[in-house]
């Protein structure tokens, strides 16, 4: 079993910046694969940026050049540094973590944590 746990979020105003932070522990050797999902009210979660622990990494096209994820691999961390933020990213910030032939719905998820911009 792995344990995600993620902290951060908050309300931010529009141009902001935010740090989120996401631990994985327990039977976490496998995990290779570490990424964030956004989900908004009535719409699909969606990958915000994941991150490999060789750090091959992988944005979503509305977040390059604002977001920047990163990763501690002797804690099983990774970070996800949110500037420049807008109204638009406001939606609830999910962890995952997955061995790399895991599919992303299968992997191990964190409870969620809101992020609001305001305008």
């Known amino acids: 079993q792995v344990q995600v746990v993620e902290s951060g979020g908050g309300l931010v105003q529009a141009g902001g910046s935010l740090r989120l932070s996401c631990t994985a522990s327990?039977?976490?050797?496998?995990?290779?694969?570490m990424g964030w999902y956004r989900q908004a009210p009535e719409k699909q979660r969606e990958l915000v940026a994941d991150?490999?622990?060789?750090?091959?990494?992988n944005y979503a096209d509305s977040v390059k050049g604002r977001f920047t994820i990163s990763r501690d691999n002797a804690k099983n961390t990774v970070y996800l540094e949110m500037n420049s933020l807008k109204p638009e990213d406001t939606a609830v910030y999910y962890c995952?973590?997955?061995?790399?032939?895991?599919?992303?719905?299968?992997?191990?998820w964190g409870q969620g944590t809101q992020i609001t911009v305001s305008s």
């Open positions: 995952n973590a997955r061995s790399p032939l895991t599919p992303v719905h299968m992997g191990s």
């Open positions: 327990g039977s976490s050797f496998n995990i290779n694969v």
């Open positions: 991150i490999t622990r060789g750090g091959s990494t």
